[in-house]
């Protein structure tokens, strides 16, 4: 069965552009100037090959239809810096919390949520900090906002938010189910009404019942070290992340250690693989394969895994090093080049960048071998961020932004 026909959207948020590709060949048919898109929000994926992001800029969300002869379909104001971004399991309600932006302190305490059918929306006021957030279906939708220091799962009324007086004011949660105060890391299982959030603990667990939450049981992540990242997988389900171990002081991160982890949420059984030191951290879900990025100073590489066979089906790509690459005596975070990586769950393609150097690598996953290397206007500093989507891939099917 052949791959899916697939569009590549990549992001140089610093410079202000999005770059849109064909995949594999790699053409540029596309290009959105004057957007500095959310890196940490990221891009959500909706019905229809269509994917959401928020410009940190100009203060708007934009919905992007990367297969339609217009690429941007709609925008909609929202407050900024935007930190996470999700709907509903109809891609149709979503919501905006804020954080950081460039800023040491969380400093704001806004949540935009909005219609997409109507272009109804509405500013309230939460709590400061860095809030994920999930938005249930399964009756009238909730907004789940996953807060730290003090940490807790914030339940509200997505209907109550949308008919808030103008002024952004402050909203209360009707329902509250506490949590560590480590909070980092989100994901949804629409079909269950399950809401995750990861923790030093584990990845704490709670089901929608009526207009609140009920806990379950918390899932270990059965090593000495914990995930940052949370995604849940569309292909068959379970939840994906990368433990990351060893001293957490950021100028040893050359020592840390990494393993992909992967629960299953029918049989409730967990895998740990071995991925190698250095600084691994998003992943992306192809048709057959999950990927990583992988920096170390003494060499970079995508690892792909493959989706059933686990260690016995992993592969390691070599990546070409990158000028301003994280050193050792340095941190993986301030001044430094990284990497991107994406994938849509109804392609075998694999898309890598290569920061600061404007390349995108686009790598069959069946094979290991590097299809095209694609050389962008634009530098892609920090790596930037990209989304691969085919038409009807089923990306949709997490509502959370990647």
């Excluded at 609140?212 to 270990?220: C, D, F, K, R, T």
């Excluded at 992909?260 to 394969?289: C, I, M, Q, S």
């Excluded at 390691?316 to 991107?340: C, F, H, K, N």
């Amino acid at each position: 069965m052949p791959a899916a026909p697939a569009v590549l959207l990549v992001s140089d948020h610093v410079d202000g552009c999005v770059h849109v590709l064909t995949v594999p060949d790699g053409a540029v048919v596309g290009r959105l100037t004057g957007r500095h898109l959310s890196e940490h929000a990221g891009f959500l994926a909706l019905p229809g090959g269509r994917v959401a992001c928020v410009d940190d800029r100009r203060g708007e969300l934009l919905v992007l239809d990367p297969f339609a002869e217009r690429l941007v379909e709609r925008t909609v104001p929202v407050a900024v810096p935007a930190e996470h971004l999700a709907c509903d399991p109809s891609g149709r309600l979503l919501a905006v919390t804020t954080g950081l932006g460039k800023n040491t302190e969380p400093w704001s305490d806004l949540l935009t949520v909005l219609d997409l059918t109507t272009g109804d929306a509405a500013r309230v006021r939460t709590r400061a900090g860095e809030p994920g957030v999930t938005v249930l279906g399964g009756g009238d939708p909730l907004v789940v906002l996953r807060h730290r220091e003090p940490g807790a799962l914030a339940v509200h009324r997505f209907a109550d938010l949308l008919a808030a007086a103008p002024g952004c004011p402050a909203v209360t949660p009707h329902a509250l189910l506490p949590l560590p105060d480590d909070g980092h890391g989100d994901a949804q299982s629409p079909g269950a009404g399950r809401v995750f959030a990861a923790t030093g603990e584990g990845v704490h667990r709670a089901r929608r019942e009526g207009d609140g939450l009920a806990a379950e049981e918390i899932v270990p992540w059965g090593a000495p070290a914990r995930g940052w990242y949370l995604r849940l997988d569309t292909r068959r389900p379970a939840l994906w992340s990368t433990l990351r171990g060893g001293d957490p002081d950021p100028l040893r991160w050359p020592e840390w250690t990494n393993q992909a982890w992967h629960h299953d949420l029918e049989t409730g059984r967990t895998r740990l693989t071995e991925l190698g030191p250095g600084l691994v951290f998003r992943l992306a879900l192809a048709r057959r394969h999950t990927a990583f990025t992988r920096v170390h100073p003494d060499g970079d590489e995508l690892v792909l895994l493959d989706a059933d066979e686990g260690a016995a089906g992993i592969r390691r790509v070599p990546l070409p090093a990158m000028d301003g690459a994280p050193r050792r005596g340095g941190t993986p975070w301030e001044g430094v080049q990284r990497r991107a990586v994406a994938a849509s769950p109804g392609s075998d393609w694999i898309a890598v960048t290569r920061g600061g150097h404007g390349e995108v690598h686009l790598v069959d996953a069946a094979t290991g071998r590097e299809a095209t290397r694609v050389s962008l206007s634009t530098p892609l500093h920090h790596g930037g961020h990209m989304a691969l989507r085919a038409h009807d891939d089923g990306a949709d099917g997490d509502p959370v932004g990647r």
